[in-house]
Each structure stands twice: as structure tokens, then as C-alpha cells.
């Protein structure tokens, strides 16, 4: 079957960093693309960053220039460096899987992936 386990949430303070990482089995990690998403408490959930077709990376604006996403094929892992972090960052982190055609709609919030994580939380207090 295929799963998508995220680890890495935590609290940290304003200014602090995190790196989430995402393993993936039950599929061929080459055949699909991996993205973050998240959900604030009383808001939508959003794209945060989602690999697409030819490994584009794709950033929200509020994310750009803090955080990184990168991925290890050997390990079938892919992962959110989180950077001088904001309480607004504050959410519940998923990672979800698709198509590599489609997932940077679904990135920009225009339907949803096929596969997602249970969630890790992130935190950020003053």
C-alpha cells in the first residue's frame, strides 16, 4: 500500500529552524512528485512547496527565501528545510503525492493529491 510518514514537526521559538522529512513507500518514487502542505488552525489548507514535472519547485510567497525543499532518491525521502521560522508558520505539516502533471495545481490550491501523511506538527512561540 502505499504511505507517506512526515516526522520533524516540533516547537521552536520565533527565528528557530526545522527540517521536515517525508519517506514514501508502496509506489516508484520516479513516477510521482512529492509536496508539502499545511493547515492553520481556522484556515484552508495550502501548498507550502511541491516538486513538479522536471523537478521544478514550486514556493507560496510567504515561504520563499526561507524555505527549502529537497529530495533523496536512494532514501525515498523528501524533505522541507524551514528557515527563520514565524508564528504564522504555525500548522499542521502534511505531505501528499500525485502525478508529477498535476501536483503543482494542487500546490496552487486547485483540487487535491492522491496520497498524503497523517500530519506533524509545527509550532513556533515567542
Known amino acids: 500500500e502505499v504511505q507517506l510518514v512526515e516526522s520533524g514537526g516540533d516547537l521552536v521559538q520565533v527565528g528557530g529552524s526545522l527540517r521536515l522529512s517525508c519517506e514514501a513507500s508502496?509506489?516508484?518514487?520516479?513516477?510521482?512528485?512529492i509536496g508539502w502542505f499545511r493547515q492553520a488552525p481556522g484556515k484552508e489548507r495550502e501548498g507550502v512547496s511541491c516538486?513538479?514535472?522536471?523537478?521544478?519547485?514550486y514556493y507560496t510567497e510567504s515561504v520563499k527565501g526561507r524555505f527549502t525543499i529537497s529530495k533523496d532518491r536512494a532514501k525515498n525521502t523528501v524533505y522541507l528545510q524551514m528557515n527563520n521560522l514565524k508564528p504564522e508558520d504555525t500548522a499542521i505539516y502534511y505531505c501528499?503525492?500525485?502525478?508529477?502533471?498535476?501536483?503543482?495545481?494542487?500546490?496552487?490550491?486547485?483540487?487535491?493529491?492522491?496520497?498524503w501523511g497523517r500530519g506533524t506538527q509545527v509550532t513556533v512561540s515567542s
Open positions: 516538486f513538479s514535472s522536471n523537478d521544478y519547485k
Open positions: 508502496g509506489f516508484n518514487f520516479a513516477d510521482y512528485s
Open positions: 501528499a503525492a500525485d502525478h508529477p502533471r498535476y501536483l503543482l495545481y494542487y500546490c496552487a490550491g486547485h483540487g487535491s493529491p492522491g496520497y
